[in-house]
């Protein structure tokens, strides 16, 4: 299956009675393995989960740690960017030249990567003392 098909898949299941905004996003990591994730609002908002925050921890659930790609799609006039704080999970996990796919479910995407979504990112090398 491939990362649009696992995405557009996985976005049907979202939880979204509150805004009817379901967006799916699928992860591949290093191994090949896809995983997925949607989003889940809760009432109690902003306490819901984003679509690529669900797929990140699922795999690190099966215990993986490194992105390879990424593919976001919700049913919008233009392609779906991650959110700030999404974009700094990406950033967690996968290299800054990761592609990234946002698309629309028009069929709209558009192609970047974790660096150009989050420049001048904070990461590790920041907690190191001098």
């Known amino acids: 299956m491939s990362l649009k098909a696992a995405a557009a898949a996985v976005r049907e299941n979202a ?14 990591s290093a191994s090949g393995q896809i995983y997925v994730g949607c989003n889940v609002e809760n009432v109690a908002y902003p306490e819901g989960t984003c679509a690529e925050a669900g797929a ?6 099966a215990g993986e740690k490194v992105l390879a790609e990424v593919y976001v799609i919700a ?19 996968g290299k800054g030249d990761v592609k990234v796919t946002m698309a ?3 069929g709209d995407e558009q192609e970047t ?5 989050l420049p001048g990112a904070f990461d590790a090398d920041h907690m190191e003392r001098s």
């Open 15 to 28: 939880h979204a009675p509150y805004s009817n905004f379901k967006v799916g996003a699928a992860v591949r």
């Open 56 to 61: 990140i921890a699922a795999m690190v659930a």
């Open 75 to 93: 049913d919008c006039p233009t392609p779906i960017p991650p959110c700030g704080g999404c974009r700094q999970k990406l950033k967690e996990f």
């Open 104 to 106: 629309t479910t028009d």
């Open 113 to 117: 990567t974790i660096a150009d979504l």
